[in-house]
């Protein structure tokens, strides 16, 4: 194990590049854009309430239709199958944009060719349904009732909503309405039953995002941990398939991404190794670790902790640290020096939030990862 500085990837997009790119365009450009509109907390989350730490051994999804068991109803809210819209966001960082519509080059939708959300309008209890188009024309908008199922997709696709050429500090990329750019869906596995599987032709991220809840602040994060496995048949020449925890610091300028990520990466020279790295783009900090060589169609379980003093004493008030697993193996720690600021929920932006991503670094063939067994222990908040 050793760790090492790396540079930042070539082409770098700003807020201007996010806008332009439209709804998924801020999925693909928050690692380095300035994603600093702060999102209003998800409703279940009240002042008043108590908090307890979730025991760990529920699933937030396996892909097989366990996970996020409702103790109330004795229920899971995961689907067989399928990916729950209450459970998985694959669009992160449309806040930042004023019209939900996609107005920019690209759209997320699923395999009806429509985007579904549930959200609440202001000053209303119950979640409404909005269901969008490729294009992002709003096609109906109705009240979800209580108890009914979730719409759920079995494949999510990042596509071309219109033609357009579209200009960062890369160069020029020409989007071409009805291209599909990346997908997302389950597949069987005859050992594993469903597993994810996200694949992008796309320079930058792409990925599904932990909805349920959405924002988990530093404080109340304690796991997020996955089965993970690159295939022989990514083309790709360098890409990282990771967990991944993600916020903004708008306070240091210019208000870009502070990220942490354990995964999978495959160097241009065909090498694969597991890797974790804790990274603020504003100041340039980044800690790099290779957690050693991997196989390709080798499934490993990469796991980080976040630890306060509520976990270890021997950390200040002010202080956190990320630990670093690989099947089940600590392989490296880090303590980042913002952790102060990360602990302030008043001083973080976009987020902080969980995501399964596929990073392309070089525009060159297809990056495929694939997950399974998802696990997100936190802090909850329980009446």
Known sequence: MRRQEIPFPRGKLDRRDFLKLGLSGAALACLNGGCETKSSPPSAYQSGEVYELTDGRTLYDDFDGNGNLQTYGNQNLAEPGRMSSLLWDSSEGAEVVSDLGATGLLTVVNEDGERVEYRRRQGESQETQFVFDSEGRLLRAVPHIPGRLYHSSERLVWVGARTGQFDS???????????????????????????????????????????????????????????????LTATAR?????????????????????????????????????FAQCWNVNAGNRSYFHLGKAKFNTWYNVRQDILTRREDPTLKDTELRIEYYVNGALKETEMPPDSEILLDPERTGWGPVRLLINYVVEAEGEGIVYFDNVMGVYRNRVK
């Open 169 to 231: 500090q890369k160069g020029t990329l020409s989007i071409r309405k009805g291209n599909i750019y990346g997908h997302a869906e389950l597949q069987p596995s005859e050992t594993r039953g469903w597993v994810l599987k996200l694949t992008s032709s796309l320079p930058h991220l792409m990925g599904s995002a932990l909805a349920y809840p959405r924002e988990i602040a530093f404080s109340d994060f304690r796991r997020l941990s996955a089965d993970i496995m690159v295939p």
């Open 238 to 274: 360098d890409f990282f398939g990771a967990l991944d925890f993600h916020t903004t610091i708008p306070e240091q300028p210019p208000g870009k991404s502070w990220v942490s990520d354990i995964g999978l990466h495959k160097y241009s020279n065909g090498e694969l190794y597991l």
